[in-house]
């Protein structure tokens, strides 16, 4: 049986295999699953579905190569008990933004065109401002992350539709009372589980 695939010496890039060993794969199993047209009805979708970024929407073919789980700004420490909670302080803004945009223009510079972003709880005034000085394009999150490590005012949510509500609103009016939207949802719980919360 012959698949069409030649593996010769640097002949394939990972991304190409990946693909064309999933299309391989897909081919083999999706009449046994049943699951018809799928490639056509995803390739005619992603041709006019655009991501939300930090920048303004995009069209998914125009992606390019994507950091699928990065962390621009990232505050790990437990979460402090005043309202305010603020994970860089006022005195490191700008070096932070600074270093944040170097780190992202290195990563440019060796073919990354896009960066998602899993902070649910992230500074938009500080990610707009390092988004409108790189080419990287940057998809925000909304969602929830482990209950010790968030925010106060969001970890103190306790109804199931408030942390719905929020989620909507955040990928189709803004977030943090901006029009910059959402691109992605996260959720992760707590040593590798979800819990009720």
């Given at each position: ?6 593996f ?6 990972r991304?190409?295999?990946i ?11 999706m ?53 305010g ?25 060796v ?10 709880f992230?500074?938009?005034d ?8 790189t080419t ?11 209950r ?16 719905e ?18 691109g ?8 590798g ?5």
């Amino acid at each position: 049986m012959k698949f069409g695939m030649t593996f010769s010496k640097n002949t394939y890039t990972r991304r190409t295999f990946i693909n064309k060993g999933s299309l391989l794969f897909a081919s083999i199993a999706m009449p046994r699953l049943g699951v018809p047209s799928v490639f056509e009805s995803t390739s005619k979708t992603n041709k006019n579905t655009f991501v939300p970024t930090l920048t303004g929407e995009i069209s998914c073919n125009k992606l390019g190569t994507t950091l699928m789980h990065e962390h621009i700004l990232w505050f790990g420490g437990p979460r402090l008990e005043d309202a305010g909670y603020t994970p860089i302080p006022d005195d490191l803004k700008s070096e932070t933004v600074d270093f944040a945009v170097s780190l992202l223009n290195d990563a440019a510079r060796v073919g990354i065109d896009t960066v998602v972003d899993l902070t649910p709880f992230r500074p938009v005034d500080l990610y707009k401002r390092i988004a409108e000085r790189t080419t990287v394009t940057i998809v925000a999150s909304t969602g929830f992350y482990r209950r010790a490590k968030i925010p106060k005012r969001l970890a103190e949510i306790e109804d199931e539709k408030q942390m719905e509500e929020l989620m909507l609103k955040e990928i189709t009016e803004g977030m943090d009372n901006t029009k910059i939207k959402a691109g992605i949802i996260k959720v992760a719980g707590e040593g590798g589980s979800l819990s009720d919360w």
